[in-house]
């Protein structure tokens, strides 16, 4: 039954220019975060919040058809002297972007409640959350390496909440898996040291290759297509990088490789095994973008714990209707 009283308006605004608690905003687009930043909709069901979301036009299939989204607002640039926005004012106003320009932009919108970042009196970008966590993450970078939280967590403190375990919330057609395994290799240009070596990814899929079916990673330039594809595999393997969020968001199975990043600040989901490397340095995490080892630490996580990881996982999902009978890897 519709409710008779009016939905209060959100505004969230993630764009993706810049990681919500890093330090610096980057030049690439972070569609990762565009993603995890989705968990924060379940405080706002859409039968009660009528939701506003501002992102970059790279992020926006990321979002495409949200149930919990009333309005996708699209900018290409932060280079705006306003928002054109479905609403004059909002009940509430979350804010992830620490840009002085989106800052300033929000300013002039008219809201109960603001979250996030804003500017202070004196014109500087400030974080509104007084929880320690959150001030720690963005000011003290060796917080970040040893902190235990999860994101999901941290953007809960945030808006002042508890984070309860509920998913990212994303809407992707539904698709029966056509491959047992999908091996998401590819890494951005921000953080190569993510890379597992590429004799090690083709060490595991020969070793799959006699136990399941195997895809290797497709429409690397095709997010509606990446989306495809990793709906198409019921486990996926990866480094931390954007396919990771999404095999989570689309309740794949995960078995996911961290070294250089920090594995505690991705949620812990059913079917989902994380590795790290088997080294004792006191560096990893690094959260660098260059290593002074002959070998990075990701070499360190080796294709037989990984093909034992990925079987494991493969054995506790349920069978799927129309499951490949047929065995091999395929490029």
């Not at 970040?144 to 809960?156: D, I, M």
């Not at 931390?240 to 250089?260: N, Q, Y």
């Not at 714990?305 to 996982?313: E, G, H, I, P, S």
Request: hydrophobic share 40%; proline share 7%; with cysteine.
């Amino acid at each position: 039954m519709t409710s008779p009283w009016p939905r209060k308006r959100v505004l969230i605004v993630k764009t993706g220019h810049g990681e919500t608690l890093d330090p610096e905003n980057g030049e690439v687009i972070s569609l990762g975060d565009i993603l995890r930043s989705t968990v924060l909709l379940n405080l706002f069901p859409a039968a009660e919040y009528a939701t506003t979301w501002v992102v970059s036009g790279a992020g926006a299939p990321l979002l495409a058809n949200n149930p919990f989204i009333s309005h996708l607002v699209v900018v290409n640039s932060l280079n705006l002297t306003e928002l054109r926005l479905p609403y004059r004012e909002y009940e509430v106003v979350v804010n992830l972007e620490k840009d002085p320009r989106m800052c300033r932009a929000l300013d002039a919108v008219p809201a109960e409640i603001r979250y996030g970042y804003g500017l202070s009196g004196g014109g500087s970008v400030v974080m509104s959350s007084d929880a320690p966590e959150v001030q720690a993450m963005i000011h003290d970078p060796s917080f970040k390496r040893h902190q235990g939280r999860s994101w999901s967590e941290l953007l809960y403190r945030i808006l002042g909440r508890d984070y309860d375990g509920a998913p990212y919330v994303v809407q992707a057609p539904p698709r029966t898996p056509r491959w047992d395994v999908g091996l998401n290799h590819l890494v951005g240009s921000k953080f190569p040291l993510k890379a597992w070596p590429k004799g090690h990814w083709e060490q595991l899929a020969e070793g799959l290759s006699e136990h399941a079916s195997v895809c290797w990673q497709q429409s690397a330039n095709d997010l509606n297509g990446y989306i495809d594809w990793i709906s198409s595999c019921r486990v996926i393997v990866t480094n931390d990088s954007l396919g990771l969020h999404l095999a989570m968001a689309l309740g794949r199975g995960v078995v996911a490789m961290f070294g250089p990043t920090v594995a505690t600040e991705v949620d812990q989901m059913p079917h989902m095994v994380k590795l790290l490397p088997e080294v004792d340095w006191d560096c990893v995490p690094c959260l660098s973008d260059t290593c002074t080892h002959e070998h990075t630490c990701m070499a360190y996580v080796s294709p037989r714990r990984v093909q034992q990881a990925v079987l494991d996982v493969l054995a506790s999902l349920p069978v799927a209707a129309g499951r490949p009978l047929e065995v091999g890897a395929v490029r």
